[in-house]
């Protein structure tokens, strides 16, 4: 009955879903608002999501116009968040629109800056945690068109990344502290009563970006952690149902939603609510394993924390090969890897920003082969660095090296079925000659290749007669 249930629930959706991703257990607890399917989403939509590899977020908003700064003060939090300090009275923050006046803005050199870059899709931040919209809402006056800029800033950001083939998802907070509707909890019917109608505001707002941004392929949603949206499972499952119902193939991660008892994520059954984890903030997962085979997206700062625009930035600054390999490392363990971008108020970026982005381009200009469109390779992971291969299975095997042993010699254990007949450069096409060795290993020789790190080595397999078991393609 159950089944029935889900398989259909599962075709009326259109997709074909990858059973093989999830194992297969009996659900235990009865849900009404828990996960809707088993496995991947195998559809077209999805597939170019899974085919991404490197994404680019934007976090834009009136934060950036204090750059984590008020009155000679710097707050030691992420920049976003400086309305929620101490210091700060709200009615200097919910003033601060009256500035917001990006007279350098040029949402085409910001979509040129991210295709330079390699990155396939985008993140935009519509509303952040403030409730200020980069749109121009009917819903609430606090909207760009109100500042001194007054034109459309999402409207140019769609177009101009879109019109660069950079696909756009739209990030948008449930939290609100600008609404007086907001509640962290409902501890009364006036609560109740209040919530309902944010819960209308944000329906509203959202089939308003799908009416007036009908190119976006997704939402990102955050600020959905409080007892008030844990309370609204039945709500963020029918809001999610109707998104994608206007937009078919619509993508939603693992953000939006809670189950019957308010678990997010995961619901009490343990199955992904959504169509990719999102829970990968800052983190990468350490092997395959602990995807549970999901797809995924990492999304990473290049500060230890912060996201908007903070004219100091904390800790350590990661250098453009540590966001390569974070960039190698997601796509191996099959996750997107998403880095953040944190625009001034003037609508330019900082130095730091934009050399990152060149470098990066630079690496991918050269290396792309072995991140678009591929995933993980169950071959025992190596001390040099990562493997890839195309999700559409071919004979080719990449190898993103960051750490060349002091003898040169890079090790390689293939499955058994697999012989390695060729090795050589991607960059250059530099054949390389490979030592079979005892047993499943086999020694990749860079002799005097004097290659910068890092660079990618492609291996020509072969397989030979084979069981199912030997397959070392995971789906
Ligand atoms: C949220 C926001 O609060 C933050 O400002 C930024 O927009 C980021 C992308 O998302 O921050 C989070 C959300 C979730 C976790 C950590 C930070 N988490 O699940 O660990």
Not at 34 to 43: L, S
Not at 297 to 316: L, Q
Not at 337 to 357: H, S
Request: aromatic share 14%; with cysteine; glycine share 8%.
């Amino acid at each position: 009955m159950k089944m029935k249930k889900m398989v259909l629930s599962v075709m009326l959706a259109g997709w074909v879903v990858g059973l093989k991703a999830q194992s297969v257990k009996k659900d235990t607890i009865p849900l009404l608002h828990g996960a809707h399917h088993i496995g991947k989403r195998m559809d077209a939509d999805m597939n170019r999501w899974r085919g991404y590899g490197l994404g680019q977020f934007i976090h834009w908003g009136l934060y950036s116009v204090l750059g984590g700064d008020y009155n000679g003060k710097h707050y030691n939090g992420a920049a976003e968040w400086i309305r929620s300090w101490g210091e700060l009275p709200h009615s200097v923050y919910d003033s601060l629109y009256k500035k917001f006046d990006p007279k350098e803005f040029d949402a085409n050199r910001w979509a040129v800056m991210a295709k330079q870059m390699g990155a396939k899709y985008v993140t935009i931040t519509t509303k952040h945690h403030d409730g200020f919209c980069l749109w121009p809402t009917k819903y609430t006056s606090y909207n760009i068109s109100n500042t001194p800029y007054k034109k459309d800033i999402l409207k140019q950001l769609v177009n101009a990344y879109t019109k660069a083939g950079i696909d756009v998802y739209l990030y948008f907070s449930i939290m609100d502290w600008h609404n007086p509707d907001w509640r962290y909890d409902l501890k009364s019917t006036a609560d109740t009563i209040a919530f309902d109608r944010f819960k209308l505001f944000v329906k509203n707002q959202l089939e308003e970006q799908l009416k007036m941004y009908p190119q976006i392929k997704g939402f990102w949603f955050d600020g959905t952690w409080d007892n008030s949206w844990k309370k609204s499972g039945a709500f963020s499952d029918s809001l999610n149902q109707d998104l994608k119902r206007i937009h078919p193939g619509l993508i939603i991660g693992s953000r939006l939603r809670a189950d019957d008892y308010g678990k997010r994520h995961f619901d009490s059954n343990g199955r992904l609510m959504g169509d990719y984890e999102q829970g990968w903030e800052r983190t990468i997962p350490s092997d395959f394993a602990a995807t549970h085979g999901n797809d995924w997206e990492c999304d990473m700062t290049i500060p230890e924390n912060g996201w908007g625009y903070a004219k100091k930035w904390m800790g350590h600054w990661k250098t453009p090969n540590e966001l390569i390999e974070m960039l190698a490392k997601c796509v191996s363990l099959d996750g997107n890897f998403v880095l953040n971008f944190g625009p001034k108020a003037d609508g330019t970026f900082r130095q730091k920003e934009i050399d990152d982005a060149k470098v990066i381009g630079n690496w991918m200009k050269i290396n792309n082969e072995a991140i678009y469109n591929c995933g993980y390779v169950n071959w025992l992971k190596q001390d040099w660095g990562y493997y890839t291969q195309k999700l559409k299975k071919d004979n080719e095997i990449y190898m993103i090296v960051f750490n060349v042993p002091v003898s040169g010699a890079l090790r390689v254990s293939s499955p058994k079925n697999t012989v390695i007949k060729k090795a050589y450069l991607l960059d250059g096409h530099k054949e390389l000659s490979i030592e079979k060795l005892d047993g499943l290993d086999t020694f990749i020789h860079l002799q005097k290749t004097g290659q910068k790190q890092p660079f990618v080595i492609v291996l020509e397999t072969q397989k030979g007669a084979q069981s199912e078991e030997d397959e070392n393609k995971h789906i």
